[in-house]
């Protein structure tokens, strides 16, 4: 799409995705949505429920990613033998 084409370049410059990485880099991109909705999405917030929760989250994360794995290795044979 025409928007992406204008942004692109400067995610791609930027590093955009390397940022999400940690705390600190996913604040910034909160506080940024936060600055194009003139404050109202309150995103800034965001990054204080990241940090409090931050072990209960990545449990969750873990047990979901292993449930997704398993899941595509379960499609995976299931295409090889289709």
């Known amino acids: 799409p025409e928007k992406v084409q204008k942004f692109l370049p400067y995610m791609v410059d ?13 604040s910034r991109i909160f506080h940024q949505m936060n600055h194009r909705t003139k404050n109202r999405s309150k995103m800034n917030f965001a990054p204080i429920e990241l940090v409090k929760y ?29």
């Open 14 to 26: 930027q590093n955009w995705i390397s940022s999400y990485a940690t705390v600190d880099g996913i």
């Open 54 to 82: 931050y072990n209960e989250m990545e449990r969750h994360f873990r047990e979901f990613f292993e449930d997704l794995e398993f899941h595509v290795k379960k499609q995976l044979v299931y295409i090889d033998n289709g």
